[in-house]
């Protein structure tokens, strides 16, 4: 079946530092992907998304990166702050889906 | 700008009680959707509206029922709580029905716990 996943449950970088946050999914046919950050306590956000036609897309101080070839996608987070730390879903959509399916999260701790 | 609200934000059942989660949206968004999230998971899909008047199961859907009151609301009850219903909800809306650029919004979250 279709699953979206994450390599790393857990990810603690030093402010300041890049960050890099991986997901795998298995269905060949999704076409559209976003990146969720997910405070303590409240809803996810949206942070980026891409588009199956597209290899890489940068937003503020944010990138992402699709390889459709293996079926992964990473969240790039330059100069990591504090308020960055949150748990990162990736979730993906394709063609007659009308709703995401996400992966199970990757938890980013900023140390100062 | 409110975007998703959902109400209760926390709330404490006894197994076999009923309740339902309420919630709107502001954004004139045509589809709704439930979510549970269970500690250490990502967001399962309960059941969805892709537009008015229309309801579909998702992934996890028994024990639970779901009524699209209008294209703002849309409610999710639980008739006969059980322990394995504690979770954070989530309702989420999104302006496309289908596929590429489909982005959800979602709200704060209500806490259920069954006891």
């Known amino acids: 079946g279709e699953s979206v996943g994450l390599h790393l449950p857990t990810l603690s970088v030093q402010e300041g530092d890049n960050s890099i946050i991986n997901c795998a999914y298995s269905n060949s046919a999704s076409d559209y992907f976003i990146w969720y950050k997910q405070e303590s306590g409240k809803g996810p956000q949206f942070i980026i998304d891409?588009?199956?036609?597209?290899d890489k897309r940068q937003g503020q101080r944010v990138t992402v990166l699709l390889n459709k070839t293996v079926k992964h996608l990473s969240l790039q987070i330059a100069a990591t702050q504090p308020g960055d730390s949150a748990v990162y879903f990736c979730a993906e959509n394709g063609a007659g889906r009308r709703a995401l399916t996400f992966g199970s999260g990757t938890r980013l701790q900023v140390q100062p | 700008n409110a975007g998703v609200t959902q109400t209760p934000k926390f709330q404490v059942l006894k197994t076999g009680q009923s309740m339902t989660l309420q919630c709107a949206q502001d954004?004139?968004?045509?589809?709704m959707y439930w979510y549970r999230q269970d500690p250490g998971m990502g967001l399962r899909l309960i059941y969805y509206?892709?537009?008015?008047?229309?309801?579909d199961k998702g992934e996890v859907p028994n024990g639970y029922n779901v009524s699209r009151l209008n294209k703002r609301e849309f409610s999710l009850r639980l008739e006969s709580a059980a322990p394995s219903q504690t979770s954070v909800y989530f309702c989420a809306s999104s302006s496309r029905t289908s596929g590429s650029g489909n982005t959800i919004y979602f709200g704060e979250g209500s806490w259920l716990t069954v006891v």
């Open positions: 509206s892709a537009s008015e008047g229309t309801t």
């Open positions: 954004m004139n968004h045509n589809s």
């Open positions: 891409i588009r199956s036609n597209m």
